[in-house]
């Protein structure tokens, strides 16, 4: 099962707690704590899978007596019916858990399946499909660990991952008389030498500059496609280029095909569409003698 770090187990708790999940009066008062099942985790639609062990940490931090065994891991492609994971033993402990661990699964094999049919369109061709830091607060980590179970890769997990020069930083130097290539190296100057420095620019103008300046990374911001092709002719492999902003799946092979060598996509994690995911739960048949028979009152 994936190790995750510390602040995947806090938001598995958070849920827990925001669900209320051991205070249940429904299942306490429906479902008698004698009663076993067995449960199915199915996918119901095509996708990629991602979050299996998150699931099975749900289930195991809700009931620890709970028996929860992957069928498939994360990256697994997926169809309709086919077995994810089987957890067994009490039925109360599985109902109370079942809504967050299909949560977790849901939102992350969404985030693999839509991630991968971008990868797939750009098959051949050397650009790489990454994620950007537009993720729910608190998910951060596993949103971007679904991108790469998609097959995608990851942008920077956090301000600390590397120096990206945006249009407002630029701006909070105007004051100071520096222009585009100015900052850029004074950020070159004072970076580490473990860190590359990134610069999002519009305008050919703006592409020679940062090239003048050094730029490790340039990022190709909101760009048609012929302007991109243009600046890669300008940039001539000089620079990693990053294609980014309103790229759609219907416009992204185009771009790949212009030579960049990344492509950012922020709607793999800020507008997820959950991939259909049910859990199918059974009960053991030995209850009915447990208890006496279906209406009885136990012997």
Wanted: charged share 25%; aromatic share 4%; no cysteine.
């Amino acid at each position: 099962m994936t190790q995750f770090p510390p602040d995947v187990y806090a938001l598995i708790d958070a849920a827990v707690a925001e669900d209320q999940t051991f205070n249940d009066p429904t299942t306490q008062a429906v479902v008698p704590p004698e009663i076993q099942g067995t449960g199915m985790l199915r996918a119901k639609a095509v996708g990629v899978l991602a979050g299996v062990d998150v699931a099975i940490a749900v289930f195991q931090r809700v009931d620890p007596t709970l028996d929860v065994k992957a069928i498939l891991q994360d990256g697994a492609p997926l169809s309709p019916g086919d077995d994810i994971a089987v957890v067994r033993g009490s039925a109360a402990g599985i109902l109370r858990a079942e809504r967050i661990a299909l949560n977790f699964m849901q939102r992350m094999s969404g985030i693999a399946s839509d991630t991968n049919r971008y990868v797939q369109a750009v098959d051949g061709l050397k650009a790489r499909i990454v994620d950007t830091r537009k993720t729910v607060p608190g998910h951060r980590y596993l949103d971007k660990y679904s991108v790469r179970m998609g097959g995608g890769y990851n942008h920077r997990l956090n301000l600390a991952d590397g120096i990206l020069i945006k249009d407002n930083h630029i701006q909070a130097n105007r004051f100071r008389e520096m222009g585009l290539k100015d900052v850029i190296q004074l950020a070159l100057a004072r970076a580490s030498h473990t860190i590359k420095v990134e610069v999002e620019v519009e305008t050919m103008d703006q592409v020679k500059e940062a090239l003048e300046a050094g730029a490790h990374i340039i990022m190709l911001d909101n760009m048609s496609v012929p302007e991109m092709a243009d600046a890669m002719k300008v940039i001539g492999g000089r620079a990693i280029v990053e294609a980014s902003g309103g790229i759609t799946y219907d416009t992204v092979r185009a771009v790949a095909e212009t030579g960049v060598d990344l492509i950012s996509i922020g709607g793999l994690t800020h507008s997820v569409d959950a991939l259909d995911i049910s859990l199918d739960l059974e009960f053991d048949q030995s209850f009915d003698l447990l208890v006496g028979g279906a209406h009885g009152e136990p012997s």
